[in-house]
């Protein structure tokens, strides 16, 4: 990505961002995110996702600070060169979306395609590998996360015609903390019960491959994309692997976890009781806050469900009972 013509001075960008996210009310979601989360309390419909941070033309979010109300992080990076660090800087887009995602129903079977295929198949510079950290779930929450086995296209294809296709697929039990990574070409659902912090790159393609034969409110089917899932899944047995490192202690007591990282973007878990320090020289930092309240040095209140998004090299002390994702980009 390229900046703008400006240089980031001291006084530039000074203050944590908080971000004011884009509603998406698909026909599967719930009421907890405004229950629970925060997210639009006056309203009256499903909030499926809560796209917290998000740079996909069409669906940007904007930035909720005084001094730059109305302004996108597109409309920020053209202004002030660097604000998105040197990883960023390498790929066409801002390569990172993070969602709270809300099933309150079953999501659609569905997969999708990596950089390459994306570029061929729809002319777009992004597939869509992503990763889900497990925020709350009910205790019968379940996701579908690749096959059991190697199988062949004939066999699978049978499969969708009969409605089995789900019989070859990974059922995994899931729990608050649980971290999942969904490469592209990884055939998955997130299943009723989940609720989840979701990073993925910066695309929004999906081909579904089962639906459910479910409706929608004016009784049609949604699409399904066959052929093209076709092409991009990938038939080999899926492993299975929860993220199990454990948390390391801080020097100010804070807990990290180190959940992943990718050519894309890092994540990790961070539960601060007390204070707790970030600076970052090269990334820009995303916190998405998952349990507690507290506040930054400056003053600015944070609370469950908020999502700030920090410039590189600024300096910031954060005080309070809080967990939280962390993505760096």
């Given at each position: 990505?390229?900046?703008?013509?400006?240089?980031?001075?001291?006084?530039?960008?000074?203050?944590?961002l908080?971000?004011?996210?884009v509603?998406?009310?698909?026909?599967?979601?719930?009421?907890?995110?405004?229950?629970?989360w925060?997210?639009?309390?006056n309203?009256?419909?499903?909030?499926?996702?809560?796209w917290?941070?998000?740079?996909?033309?069409?669906?940007?979010?904007?930035?909720?600070?005084?001094?730059?109300h109305?302004?996108?992080?597109?409309?920020l990076?053209?202004?002030?060169?660097?604000?998105?660090?040197?990883?960023?800087?390498?790929?066409?887009?801002f390569?990172?979306?993070?969602?709270?995602?809300?099933?309150?129903?079953d999501?659609?079977?569905?997969?999708?395609?990596?950089?390459?295929?994306?570029?061929?198949?729809?002319?777009?510079?992004?597939?869509?590998t992503?990763?889900?950290?497990v925020?709350d779930?009910?205790?019968d929450a379940h996701?579908?996360?690749g096959?059991?086995?190697?199988?062949?296209?004939?066999?699978?294809?049978?499969?969708?015609?009969n409605?089995?296709?789900?019989?070859?697929l990974?059922?995994?039990?899931?729990?608050?903390?649980?971290?999942?990574?969904?490469?592209?070409?990884?055939?998955?659902?997130l299943?009723?019960?989940?609720?989840?912090?979701?990073?993925?790159?910066?695309?929004?393609?999906?081909?579904?491959?089962?639906?459910?034969?479910?409706?929608?409110?004016?009784g049609?089917?949604?699409?399904?994309?066959?052929?093209?899932?076709?092409?991009v899944?990938?038939?080999?047995?899926?492993s299975?692997?929860?993220?199990?490192?454990?948390?390391?202690?801080?020097?100010?007591?804070?807990?990290?976890?180190?959940?992943?990282?990718?050519?894309?973007?890092?994540?990790?878990?961070?539960?601060?009781?007390?204070?707790?320090?970030?600076?970052?020289?090269?990334?820009?930092?995303?916190?998405?806050?998952?349990?507690?309240?507290?506040?930054?040095?400056?003053?600015?209140?944070?609370?469950?469900?908020?999502?700030?998004?920090?410039?590189?090299?600024?300096?910031?002390?954060?005080?309070?009972?809080?967990s939280?994702?962390?993505?760096?980009?």
């Amino acid at each position: 990505m390229s900046g703008g013509l400006n240089y980031l001075t001291t006084d530039d960008i000074n203050e944590p961002l908080l971000l004011t996210p884009v509603f998406k009310d698909y026909i599967w979601g719930g009421f907890a995110l405004r229950r629970d989360w925060g997210k639009d309390p006056n309203g009256n419909k499903k909030i499926a996702e809560s796209w917290e941070l998000s740079c996909l033309p069409g669906n940007e979010t904007y930035v909720a600070n005084e001094k730059y109300h109305g302004k996108t992080l597109i409309d920020l990076s053209r202004e002030y060169n660097g604000i998105f660090g040197t990883r960023a800087s390498k790929f066409k887009n801002f390569p990172a979306l993070i969602k709270i995602i809300d099933a309150n129903n079953d999501l659609s079977i569905q997969v999708h395609p990596n950089d390459k295929q994306a570029l061929e198949i729809e002319n777009y510079s992004m597939g869509k590998t992503e990763v889900w950290y497990v925020a709350d779930a009910k205790p019968d929450a379940h996701i579908y996360l690749g096959f059991k086995k190697t199988n062949d296209e004939s066999i699978l294809r049978q499969a969708i015609s009969n409605n089995t296709f789900c019989d070859f697929l990974n059922k995994i039990p899931v729990k608050a903390g649980d971290f999942f990574s969904i490469p592209a070409g990884t055939v998955h659902a997130l299943l009723s019960g989940a609720l989840i912090v979701e990073i993925q790159e910066t695309s929004n393609i999906t081909y579904r491959l089962y639906d459910y034969d479910r409706k929608n409110e004016q009784g049609e089917g949604r699409e399904l994309h066959i052929e093209k899932a076709f092409k991009v899944m990938n038939k080999a047995r899926y492993s299975i692997e929860k993220q199990k490192a454990p948390a390391c202690i801080l020097s100010d007591g804070s807990k990290k976890r180190v959940l992943i990282k990718t050519e894309y973007f890092d994540v990790n878990e961070i539960v601060i009781k007390n204070k707790h320090k970030l600076y970052n020289s090269n990334e820009a930092t995303v916190l998405t806050i998952l349990s507690g309240d507290g506040k930054f040095t400056s003053g600015a209140q944070i609370k469950k469900g908020d999502t700030y998004f920090i410039r590189p090299k600024l300096p910031i002390q954060i005080e309070g009972d809080l967990s939280m994702i962390e993505t760096l980009v």
